[in-house]
């Protein structure tokens, strides 16, 4: 029987370390997840990674799910640990902004991995119009907020820490409701445990455009590696550009490097992404988003803020948003009102000029 960890017992760590020792040898699984995909129909993939293969699937409960299924390869040991990585890393951690995990089932030479099935495509997919109707700057701001609690969540309130180290956009998913769930813990790693110690070192993983680089330089990793990533990540929400853009000019190649450029020589509104709608609301945030990506992108670790302390001057930013955009509406509608006094003023001078009433009269004034 495919064993699907209920949330509850995700949680008895304890249960979970000694199925990880034990294995689980699920050999009537795998019939069943067979069953559930249509013997991984490519009719239900809905994507593929670098190290392996996803299908939306429904379980003989009625529950949709996705099942990403590894690229088991004997000679390539890599792609099995990055996914027992994730199964790993899965079970520590219940957060509303990140992908919900239920079991996995590992099986002679199948490694599958259940998880929540998200089904509003990835936030890359909508910068790039593939999916939804364009993002508006508040929606934006909420996803960037969504990320920003569940990167906090991972390095302050999961014991030891873990870093994602894969940060991007193709791996933050959207429900249909616009909120973020941060995806693919192919690469975590838990943090440091000793309070003593300051980093671990490790292997460079992660994706090109979003690696910290006192990492790449040092192989010291820390929380900071994440809030690095993240600037880039706020960069690509704003400009609707992808971190390394080969086909442009070469100043525009690097869009950080591009983007944070503009916002020092006084133009942010130059990087902002056109599909944005341009109001004193709007180009206020994205010149406050580009402020906050600037210190997440500080070359050394210690000038970056804490993602909680992103979170925050996030909530800053939308509070500021919504305060200006209220105002414009309320002014807007004054406006409105005013000008309906106006009218209506000239209405009775027109009427009392010409000694006329009722309706007509106002089809009159409105010629
Ligand atoms: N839980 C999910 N619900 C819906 N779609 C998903 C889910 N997880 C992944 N996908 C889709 O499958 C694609 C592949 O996901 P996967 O995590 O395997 O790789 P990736 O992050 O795109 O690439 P890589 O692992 O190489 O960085 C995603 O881009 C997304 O479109």
């Known amino acids: 029987m495919i064993k699907l960890i209920q949330i509850k017992d995700m949680f008895r760590v304890k249960k979970f370390h000694l199925d990880v020792r034990e294995g689980i040898h699920q050999d009537r699984g795998v019939p069943r997840i067979y069953k ?27 529950l949709t799910v996705a099942v990403k299924r590894a690229k088991v390869d004997k000679y390539d040991p890599s792609l099995s640990a990055v996914f027992k990585n994730e199964i790993l890393t899965l079970s520590k951690i219940e957060h509303l902004n990140l992908v919900r995990f239920y079991g996995y089932v590992e099986h002679e030479a199948e490694l599958i991995i259940v998880i929540e099935y998200i089904s509003n495509g990835t936030l890359r ?31 302050t309130y999961t014991d ?9 956009a193709s791996n933050i998913l959207l429900t249909d409701k616009l909120r973020a769930k941060v995806a693919d813990f192919g690469f975590a790693r838990l943090g440091v445990e000793d309070p003593g110690t300051t ?30 990533s993240f600037g880039v990540l706020l960069v690509e929400i704003i400009t609707g550009r992808r971190p390394i853009e080969s086909k442009k000019r070469l100043d525009e190649r690097v869009t950080t490097r591009w983007a944070l450029k503009r916002l020092n020589d006084g133009e942010a509104v130059v990087a902002m992404d056109s599909r944005l709608g ?86 009159f004034v409105s010629l």
């Open 160 to 168: 030891p820490p873990i870093i994602h180290r894969d940060i991007k």
């Open 278 to 363: 341009r109001s004193v609301g709007s180009i206020q945030a994205v010149e406050e988003v580009l402020k906050l990506a600037r210190q997440c992108l500080a070359p050394s670790r210690q000038s970056r803020p804490s993602m909680r302390k992103c979170a925050e001057v996030l909530w800053g930013i939308r509070k500021e948003v919504r305060e200006i955009s209220s105002l414009s509406n309320a002014a807007s509608s004054s406006s409105f009102h005013t000008a309906n006094l106006i009218e209506t003023h000239q209405t009775k001078s027109l009427q009392s000029l010409f000694g006329i009433e009722g309706s007509d009269s106002l089809m």
């Open 199 to 228: 980093h671990i070192s490790t292997q460079i993983k992660g994706t090109a455009g979003y690696l910290d680089p006192e990492y790449l330089r040092t192989y010291q990793l820390t929380e900071k590696s994440d809030v690095y």
């Open 125 to 155: 997919e909508h910068l790039d119009g593939k999916c939804g109707n364009g993002l508006e700057i508040a929606e934006r701001l909420d996803i960037a907020i969504d990320i920003a609690h569940a990167i906090s969540y991972l390095h």
């Open 36 to 62: 559930a995909t249509g013997k991984f129909s490519p009719a239900n993939k809905i994507g593929e990674g670098g190290f392996g293969t996803v299908y939306k699937a429904q379980l003989e409960n009625g």
